[in-house]
């Protein structure tokens, strides 16, 4: 997507109405003189001017430029497409999307006293330096998809035999649709079939963690027999473990099924990478997953720093 910039717009103390400059120097802080600039994830707000416009004549009051206490007004980028970790580009600058709307400060907010509500809470996106430099009103802005990318790897001896065909893997691919599908985030998915074998789980988890990939979920191999090696594997090269999310699963459907406290599923971080280590039940996959993905998200924002 491509727009330009229409208004910037800096308050020196908090709380006061943001006034409009022409150029701006954008430090690793933030805008330079703004009293929102820091070392935090906020540390830029922007907001759509269409969406500016279409709140002040629905709401029947003129609502200067700044008094929603935007940084960056921006006109030709429709805001509601843009994701987490998105890319704002300005010239030599750089900014990454860090969220998207913000609690509403209610009555500290001078729109919302005026008109009842405000816009920045639902419409408002923010974002933190990833390169300084130095813009001014006028200047293109590009804004750069940054989709999640995602791997899921079934292991079956059976199934890459043929003998049947894998289903759990496909459930994953789609649960995880259907989630991301209604959210914000951008996601492209690949899912690969292998034998219950260790080397060649390690060489596709490896390729994932140094290729960046966010998200990987395996099916497959996590009980106790001689060819279950995924929790083995997956442990081999993780740098942390997550042990929360799957105690939890494994007590709540423990209590109706006690044969579910067998399973020897994590989750680890590895790099950058999340990992997900599942049973090859589709029954299992489902129950697994609707627990899993009630924190993805989170999880995401706070291995990049994000958590908040």
Same mark, same amino acid.
């Given at each position: ?29 933030? =805008?330079? +003189? ?5 070392? $935090? /994830?906020?540390? @830029? ?6 969406? *500016? ?122 649960? =995880?649709? +259907? ?5 914000? $985030? /951008?996601?492209? @998915? ?6 219950? *074998? ?111």
């Amino acid at each position: 997507m491509n727009g330009k910039i229409v208004g910037i717009h800096i308050s020196e103390n908090k709380g006061t109405e943001k006034r409009p400059v022409e150029k701006i120097e954008i430090t690793p802080l933030g =805008l330079a +003189g703004d009293a929102h600039a820091g070392k $935090w /994830h906020r540390q @830029i707000s922007l907001l759509d001017v269409d969406a *500016a416009r279409r709140f002040t004549e629905a709401a029947g009051i003129a609502v200067a430029p700044g008094e929603f206490a935007e940084n960056l007004l921006l006109e030709g980028i429709d805001l509601t497409q843009a994701a987490p970790l998105d890319r704002l580009v300005i010239g030599n600058v750089e900014m990454e999307i860090t969220q998207i709307g913000k609690e509403c400060h209610g009555a500290g907010c001078a729109v919302f006293r005026r008109v009842g509500e405000c816009l920045m809470p639902k419409q408002g996106l923010f974002a933190r330096v990833i390169k300084p430099g130095t813009i001014s009103v006028g200047m293109p802005v590009t804004c750069i998809e940054r989709p999640l990318t995602i791997r899921v790897i079934t292991l079956s001896d059976r199934a890459f035999e043929g003998v049947y065909e894998d289903r759990s893997g496909a459930e994953i691919v789609q649960m =995880l649709d +259907g989630h991301f599908g209604g959210t914000r $985030w /951008h996601h492209r @998915i690949e899912k690969t079939l292998i034998p219950d *074998a260790a080397a060649a789980l390690k060489e596709l988890l490896t390729a994932a963690r140094d290729g960046g990939v966010d998200l990987v979920f395996t099916t497959g191999g996590t009980g106790i027999g001689p060819r279950d090696i995924t929790p083995d594997t997956v442990l081999s090269l993780a740098d942390r473990e997550i042990p929360g999310i799957m105690d939890h699963i494994r007590i709540k459907y423990g209590a109706e099924l006690p044969s579910a406290l067998i399973s020897r599923s994590v989750a680890v971080v590895m790099g950058g990478t999340l990992v997900f280590a599942l049973p090859g039940s589709v029954k299992a996959v489902k129950e697994y997953l609707t627990e899993i993905l009630k924190n993805t998200e989170h999880l995401l924002l706070m291995l990049h720093g994000l958590g908040h």
